[in-house]
């Protein structure tokens, strides 16, 4: 509901002028689809047998990472528009411009669909029938799509440090440029202290959503036949997995925090319901002559 709410108000905001917000409606939109995965997630695990299993491993598995990695992509991108902002504010101009958000955003989409349609294809081609209820989508993987899984698990391992590592820069160089201005005791440190708490934000809720699965994810690819590390990375795999769905619920938090007029929209809908909450309050409060 949260992220409907979220959706609903950020198509609304105009984006012909802030390549900010271009980013802020794609991380709209993979949290959305992130959440519509979820139902079959929780089916599959619930109920193990039937087509749902083949269901959720062929398409559903991809959608899901698909959109966890979008989310992760997009608050790259937002981190980066704003360190650029910050940091370098009169030489990134044409990296700034709308257009290339768009374009940007556009390339990262295709990029994550192409990888998800190739295994969801690859799967269903090479599909091996299914012997006994399992609570993992192995079973039910031939060699070939094995192996391309690992790429895939190896190659989201890569987009994932490159993000993280990106991202604890830019807070590195705009926590520099704050103290710089305090320094110089320049008038724009105020607002530059707002930028740092806003990228300090954004950092955290990545951090605490998508390390802890990260941690785990990868030596889960390689180690998850082994009789004895295996059970055990695989629930702590699951673990993680539900942390890094938290980020839906955080994700608001930094489009209220980053955009402006979702800020405004939103107090303007919470005035709007105290008010109707105030007027029920006052109807049902008067007694009937």
Known sequence: RVNLLSLTIITKVPSLLYSLKVFLKNLTAADFLFCLCLPLRITYYARSSGIIPSLYCSFGASAFFLNMYASIIFMGYIAANRYLKIVHPSGTRVLQTVRAAHIISAVTWVFLLATAISYSNLYLMTQESLTSNSSRCDPLFSESVKLFFTIIQVLSAIIFLLVFISMVFFYYSTSRRVLQAQQRQLASSEKLLKSRR???????????????????????????????VGPVLHYLKEVATMVSVFNICLDPVVYFYLCKAFRAKVRKLSRRSESSREQLDITTSTPVM
């Open 198 to 228: 806003n990228m300090l934000l954004l950092v955290s809720i990545f951090c605490v959503c998508f390390v802890p699965y990260h941690l785990v994810r990868l030596p889960f690819t390689f180690l998850s036949g082994n009789c004895t």
